[in-house]
């Protein structure tokens, strides 16, 4: 891989102890940066996570238990930032969560006004909070989204929208804070073999997608999201503003009823 050296920036991502959020910490600290990570309360077991770190020789990150969505709780984020720290280079807004709706009747205003909360607007109020505490941007922000505004997946329309307004805030964020020097964009990913993907699906369910020509290996791995927005916050990519890129290994692309008619054809021998 080409060597990143990113040693001296600080690094906040919210939702930052799992899955793609760990991910990303993961590969950010391997190159020197300094993270400070978010979660819900009793979520993170903090000796394993600190194992990770330390087996990398990435530097420890900082815990801080907050909701994204409590504007007392973003208030003591920054404060315990400030405390070790003097500003946020880089910003992830990782967070997503939104009620599930199976149909139509189970959309409701309320619920989907929470999924905004929680899905779209910490990417706004946390670097609003940055600002406003260290009277600097960060040099990089990424939105996390997913590829659901372009596919089916079931229940899950709140999530869909959310990242949808998401990514439309992430590029008008990316023109308004450009003369700062802020690079704003979005990484889309595809399915992602977490350990709540695989707790939620199981063996046998991977037994189902093998004769459907899917392996796991056609999964990104969170690892594999990590090392994206490093690359994207390394500096490479900074001619970069306002885009939305989306990563899937073309599943997106090949996924479709041709290619299964090919798979289907060639089982008829």
Same mark, same amino acid.
């Given at each position: 891989?080409?060597?990143?050296?990113?040693?001296?920036?600080?690094?906040?991502?919210?939702?930052?102890?799992?899955?793609?959020?760990?991910?990303?910490?993961?590969?950010?600290?391997?190159?020197?940066?300094?993270? *400070? &990570?978010?979660?819900?309360?009793?979520? !993170? =077991?903090? /000796?394993?996570?600190?194992?990770? +770190?330390? %087996?990398?020789?990435?530097?420890?990150?900082?815990?801080?238990?907050?909701?994204?969505?409590?504007?007392?709780?973003?208030?003591?984020?920054?404060?315990?930032?400030?405390?070790?720290?003097?500003?946020?280079?880089?910003?992830?807004?990782?967070?997503?969560?939104?009620?599930?709706?199976?149909?139509?009747?189970?959309?409701?205003?309320?619920?989907?006004?929470?999924?905004?909360?929680?899905?779209?607007?910490?990417?706004?109020?946390?670097?609003?909070?940055?600002?406003?505490?260290?009277?600097?941007?960060?040099?990089? *922000? &990424?939105?996390?989204?997913?590829?659901? !505004? =372009?596919? /089916?997946?079931?229940?899950?329309? +709140?999530? %869909?929208?959310?990242?949808?307004?998401?990514?439309?805030?992430?590029?008008?964020?990316?023109?308004?804070?450009?003369?700062?020097?802020?690079?704003?964009?979005?990484?889309?990913?595809?399915?992602?073999?977490?350990?709540?993907?695989?707790?939620?699906?199981?063996?046998?369910?991977?037994?189902?997608?093998?004769?459907?020509?899917?392996?796991?290996?056609?999964?990104?791995?969170?690892?594999?999201?990590?090392?994206?927005?490093?690359?994207?916050?390394?500096?490479?990519?900074?001619?970069?503003?306002?885009?939305?890129?989306? &990563?899937?290994?073309?599943?997106?692309?090949? =996924?479709?009823?041709?290619?299964?008619?090919?798979?289907?054809?060639?089982?008829?021998?």
């Amino acid at each position: 891989m080409y060597p990143i050296e990113l040693k001296g920036k600080v690094a906040l991502i919210t939702g930052g102890t799992r899955g793609i959020g760990l991910g990303s910490a993961l590969a950010l600290g391997q190159a020197g940066v300094r993270c *400070v &990570l978010t979660y819900r309360w009793g979520s !993170a =077991d903090e /000796s394993e996570l600190l194992a990770k +770190f330390d %087996a990398i020789g990435a530097p420890r990150p900082m815990l801080v238990a907050a909701d994204v969505a409590n504007d007392e709780d973003v208030s003591a984020l920054m404060d315990a930032i400030a405390a070790e720290h003097a500003g946020v280079d880089i910003f992830i807004s990782n967070v997503a969560f939104a009620a599930r709706t199976p149909s139509l009747s189970d959309y409701k205003k309320r619920s989907f006004y929470k999924s905004l909360d929680y899905s779209t607007w910490p990417l706004v109020s946390h670097v609003q909070a940055i600002f406003e505490r260290f009277e600097r941007y960060p040099g990089h *922000v &990424l939105a996390i989204s997913s590829d659901g !505004a =372009d596919r /089916s997946y079931p229940a899950y329309d +709140f999530v %869909a929208a959310s990242k949808s307004v998401l990514e439309v805030f992430a590029r008008y964020m990316g023109s308004h804070l450009g003369e700062y020097g802020t690079k704003v964009n979005v990484l889309r990913f595809g399915m992602v073999a977490t350990e709540s993907f695989e707790a939620m699906f199981g063996e046998s369910f991977w037994e189902f997608l093998r004769g459907e020509g899917i392996e796991r290996e056609d999964l990104l791995s969170p690892e594999e999201c990590g090392q994206a927005v490093l690359a994207m916050c390394s500096g490479l990519f900074d001619a970069m503003q306002s885009q939305v890129l989306t &990563l899937d290994r073309g599943m997106a692309f090949e =996924d479709n009823l041709m290619r299964r008619y090919e798979r289907w054809k060639s089982a008829q021998g």
